[in-house]
């Protein structure tokens, strides 16, 4: 049988390796499953079909590689809404507070950035569509008016209410 160890930090014992909780029976407390589904983006679809191309081209730039893997590092892998650490690859998403379409200037500007998980960039994207709906231009000042507190203190009590 394969085992493996514990991911409890200074924990060594060895569980089956085909055990959903990644945790011992010591620290399985301190496994939660995720309880919310999404679908998984077809990346390589999204950015060839849906996403524009100037944002595609901007989101692939090394300037923006560059910070936005030095805004998770600084973050230490945790997210700033909700404040779970993720060691998983690509679980963290490094988003615009207000929009890269809204404010094009304020694209590498790190007051405008945070590190979300993915769970979080879903309520975020909810709130885009309800506050910008399908016209951006028709509410550029709006987007001012959803600091990164107020947007945080809402995208949590979404959470809680699933």
């Known amino acids: 049988m394969?085992?493996?160890?514990?991911?409890?930090?200074?924990?060594?014992?060895?569980?089956?390796?085909?055990?959903?909780?990644?945790?011992?029976?010591?620290?399985?407390?301190?496994?939660?499953?995720?309880?919310?589904?999404?679908?998984?983006?077809?990346?390589?679809?999204?950015?060839?079909?849906?996403?524009?191309?100037?944002?595609?081209?901007?989101?692939h730039s090394s300037p923006w590689?560059?910070?936005?893997?030095?805004?998770?590092?600084?973050?230490?892998?945790?997210?700033?809404c909700c404040g779970h650490t993720y060691d998983a690859k690509s679980f963290l998403v490094v988003?615009?507070?207000?929009?890269?379409?809204?404010?094009?200037?304020?694209?590498?500007d790190r007051k405008n950035l945070w590190v979300l998980c993915k769970k979080c960039h879903f309520w975020k994207t909810k709130l885009e569509q309800q506050i910008y709906g399908a016209s951006l231009i028709a509410n550029l000042d709006t987007s001012k008016a959803w600091p990164r507190k107020k947007i945080q203190n809402w995208i949590l009590t979404r959470e809680k209410s699933k």
């Not at 910070?67 to 997210?79: E, H, N």
């Open 95 to 108: 988003d615009h507070i207000i929009p890269f379409k809204v404010e094009p200037k304020l694209k590498l």
């Open 2 to 59: 394969q085992l493996k160890k514990c991911r409890y930090p200074t924990c060594s014992q060895l569980i089956p390796f085909d055990q959903k909780n990644p945790f011992c029976k010591k620290h399985g407390k301190n496994w939660h499953k995720r309880q919310f589904n999404y679908q998984k983006t077809n990346y390589k679809s999204y950015n060839k079909y849906r996403r524009d191309s100037v944002a595609n081209a901007f989101y």
């Open 65 to 80: 590689r560059r910070l936005s893997a030095d805004l998770r590092r600084q973050s230490m892998w945790t997210c700033e």
